[in-house]
C-alpha cells in the first residue's frame, strides 16, 4: 500500500519561541487604500491584498457550465469594491485537464473553454483600468503528457526533447527505477515509448516532471516566463517550485522519508541555484510579485527562499498552519495554542526582513469556515468574520481564495460519484478498493478533507446555478447557494462580504498592520487568539475568539487599550485602559493601544 500525501502536506515544526516586538497603529476605517507614500519604501507586494481566482468555478459567460475568462471580466467591479489590489488566476492555458490545469499542454495559448487569447488581453487590461495587477500560475515541475515536448520525447528517444524529461531503466525485475511514490497514489514512475525506461511523475501519470539539470528546459521556461511578464502580467504564483531539483541518482527512499516524501523531494541538489538564476535572467529585469508553493519545506527553511538579500523569491506559502489538522490524508485532533505555535515557529524563522503569504483557503484546501471555523448556521457568519481578522492582519500579504469572503462552506458529499478531484478518486481507489478503509469512513474524511470542496462554483445569487452560469454546471453547486452568496451578502451590513470590505480598507489604511511586527501575547489561551503589531508609537491589538463560547483574555503589562477599531459584531469594546478584554462567543475586534 502507498501512503498518500496531499500537496502541502503536514511537516513536524520544531517549537522555537523567540520574543518578538510587535506593533499596530492609530487607525481610521475607510474606503480607500493607504497612501504609498505613508506606507513608506515597501514593495508593492507587500501592501497588496491578494483574491485567488479558480477559473473554471469563477463565472460562467457563455451558458456552457465552465467558467472562463469573459466570466472574470465582468466581475472586476466586484473585486475592486471588495478592496483587493491584485488577482492571482489559476491555470488558464491549454489542458486536457487530468488535474484541473495543471497539467499543462501549451504554456503560450489559453484553454479554449475559457476563451481567447484576446479575451485574456481584454482581462487584462480591464483589471489595470481598475488599479489591479495579475499574478498567473507557474506550473513547471511538470508538463501534460500531450505537451508537444513529451510527444517528440516518446516518439524518439534521440530527440533533444528527450532529455526535457526524467528517464531512467527499471529494475532487472521490472520493478521501478526506485520506490519513489506519486502524491496521487502509486509509484512516481511509467512506461512510455519503446525500450525499458520509466519516466518520472511526483503528481499523475499524465504529468511528467521536467528535467531542469538541462539548460535547454530551464531557457524555455525563462522565455514562457517573459512571454506573459512581456504582456503586463505582475508575477507568478510558483507550483511545487521546492521540487523542480532532484537527486540524479534516485536512491530508494527510506522508511522515514516514505512517511513524509515531499520533505525528500523538496531537497534537490540545485532547487536554490536554479531560482537564484531564474531571479537574475528573468525576475530581476520586471517589477514582479513572487509566491512559491512551499511543499516539503520546513519554517528554518523559509528564508534560503525569500530572504532580500538571496534575490530568489518575495514569499512562499507554508503550509505548517493550514495543515495541523492532517496527518497524511487522515483528519487529526488540533488545539488553537498548537495553530498559534506553529505561526510563532514560522515568524520567528523569518526573521525581521523575511516575508510570507497568509492565508486559510485555497484551491487545494477545503472552505476555511468548515476547516478552521464553524460552518453550523448558528456561528457561520461570525466564525467566517473571525478566521478573516485573524488571517488578513497578520504580518505577510494576505490571499483570499474566491468565495471566502462569503463564508462559502463545504459541499454536501455523500457519494464518491460527486467528487471530480483526481486525488480524492485515487485515494478511493487505493484505500476503498484495496480493502484498507471502509466506504463510510472514506467519505466522511472526503467531506472533510477533499479539494473539490472550495472548487464547486461561486455563489453570485440564489437563482438556479447560483449565478455562476445559465447552463450545466460542471462540479455541482452547494444547494445552500440560495442562502449564501454576494447578491443577498452585498445588501446587508452584517453580512461577511461587508465585514471583509471594512477590514480590508482597515488594513490598507494602516501602515501598521502591513509592516508592524507580530507578538503572540497569549499563547497559552485555549480560547482566545490574541496578538499585536508594532511599527514604532503605532501598536494594535488583534483579539480572536475561536469558541462558541464568552472568553477572556489578560493584556501584559505595558499594553493600555484605547479604542476599538473594527469588531465583528460580537460584543460592546473594552474599557480604554482596561487589563482583560472579555469576547463574546467567536469575537474579533481590533484596538489601538
Do not use: C
Not at 64 to 87: A, E, M, W
Not at 134 to 139: A, E, F, Y
Amino acid at each position: 500500500m502507498v501512503k498518500r500525501w496531499i500537496k502541502g502536506g503536514l511537516r513536524g515544526a520544531l517549537r522555537v519561541a523567540r520574543p518578538l516586538l510587535l506593533a499596530g497603529a492609530a487607525i481610521t476605517v475607510g474606503p480607500a487604500h493607504a497612501d504609498p507614500a505613508q506606507q513608506g519604501a515597501i514593495p508593492w507586494w507587500q501592501s497588496a491584498v491578494v483574491y485567488q481566482v479558480y477559473p473554471r468555478s469563477f463565472a460562467d459567460s457563455n451558458g456552457d457550465g465552465v467558467g472562463d475568462l469573459n466570466g472574470i471580466t465582468r466581475h472586476l467591479d466586484y473585486l475592486k469594491r471588495l478592496g483587493v489590489t491584485v488577482v492571482w488566476l489559476s491555470p488558464h492555458f491549454d489542458s486536457p485537464n487530468v488535474d484541473n490545469g495543471y497539467d499543462i499542454r501549451d504554456y503560450r495559448k489559453v484553454l479554449a473553454q475559457f476563451g481567447t487569447m484576446a479575451d485574456f488581453d481584454h482581462m487584462l487590461a480591464a483589471m489595470h483600468a481598475r488599479g489591479i495587477r495579475l499574478i498567473i500560475d507557474l506550473v513547471v515541475n511538470h508538463t501534460s503528457d500531450q505537451h508537444a515536448w513529451f510527444r517528440k520525447a516518446v516518439a524518439d528517444p534521440a530527440s533533444p526533447e528527450h532529455d526535457y524529461y526524467i528517464w531512467r531503466p527499471a529494475k532487472p525485475d521490472g520493478t521501478p527505477p526506485n520506490n519513489a511514490p506519486s502524491f496521487f497514489g502509486g509509484s512516481a514512475w511509467s512506461h512510455a515509448g519503446a525500450g525499458n525506461d520509466e519516466y518520472l511523475h511526483y503528481f499523475a501519470r499524465q504529468q511528467p516532471d521536467l528535467n531542469w539539470d538541462n539548460p535547454a528546459v530551464r531557457r524555455e521556461v525563462y522565455d514562457v516566463m517573459r512571454f506573459w511578464l512581456d504582456k503586463g502580467v505582475s508575477g507568478f504564483r510558483m507550483d511545487v517550485i521546492p521540487l523542480i531539483s532532484k537527486d540524479p541518482a534516485f536512491p530508494d527512499l527510506t522508511a522515514q522519508q516514505l512517511a513524509d516524501p515531499a520533505a525528500a523531494y523538496a531537497h534537490g541538489p540545485q532547487t536554490h541555484a536554479y531560482l537564484g538564476e531564474m531571479n537574475r535572467e528573468v525576475l530581476s529585469h520586471y517589477d514582479t510579485m513572487t509566491v512559491g508553493e512551499a511543499i516539503g519545506i520546513g519554517d528554518n527553511e523559509d528564508a534560503l527562499f525569500t530572504a532580500p538579500a538571496r534575490h530568489e523569491l518575495n514569499m512562499i506559502f507554508h503550509f505548517d498552519a493550514s495543515n495541523v489538522d492532517r496527518d497524511g490524508w487522515r483528519p487529526r485532533a488540533w488545539t488553537l495554542p498548537e495553530l498559534k505555535a506553529r505561526y510563532d515557529h514560522l515568524y520567528a524563522a523569518l526573521g525581521d526582513d523575511g516575508w510570507t503569504a497568509t492565508f486559510l483557503g485555497n484551491h487545494d484546501k477545503p472552505r476555511a469556515v468548515s476547516h478552521f471555523g464553524n460552518d453550523d448556521p448558528r456561528w457561520r457568519v461570525l466564525s467566517a468574520k473571525a478566521l478573516a481578522t485573524m488571517s488578513l492582519l497578520q504580518r505577510g500579504t494576505p490571499f483570499i481564495f474566491q468565495g471566502d469572503e462569503l463564508g462559502m462552506t463545504n459541499f454536501p458529499f455523500n457519494a464518491i460519484g460527486q467528487f471530480d478531484d483526481i486525488s480524492a478518486r485515487n485515494l478511493w481507489h487505493d484505500e476503498v478498493d484495496g480493502g484498507h478503509v471502509t466506504a463510510a469512513e472514506m467519505l466522511a474524511i472526503l467531506r472533510k478533507t477533499s479539494r473539490d470542496n472550495a472548487r464547486t462554483p461561486m455563489q453570485w445569487s440564489a437563482d438556479a446555478g447560483a449565478g455562476f452560469t445559465t447552463g450545466h454546471p460542471w462540479l455541482a453547486v452547494n444547494p445552500n447557494h440560495t442562502a449564501i452568496n454576494a447578491a443577498v451578502e452585498a445588501r446587508d451590513p452584517a453580512s461577511v462580504l461587508n465585514f471583509y470590505r471594512r477590514l480590508i480598507a482597515l488594513r490598507g489604511r494602516a501602515p501598521v498592520l502591513v509592516r508592524g511586527d507580530y507578538h503572540d501575547i497569549a499563547p497559552e489561551n485555549p480560547d482566545v487568539y490574541a496578538f499585536t503589531r508594532n511599527a514604532g508609537d503605532d501598536h494594535a491589538l488583534v483579539v480572536v475568539n475561536f469558541a462558541t463560547h464568552p472568553a477572556e483574555v489578560a493584556l501584559p503589562a505595558g499594553i493600555r487599550l484605547k479604542n476599538r477599531l473594527i469588531d465583528s459584531g460580537g460584543g460592546l469594546p473594552a474599557p480604554v485602559g482596561a487589563r482583560t478584554i472579555h469576547l463574546q462567543p467567536w469575537e474579533a475586534s481590533v484596538y489601538r493601544f
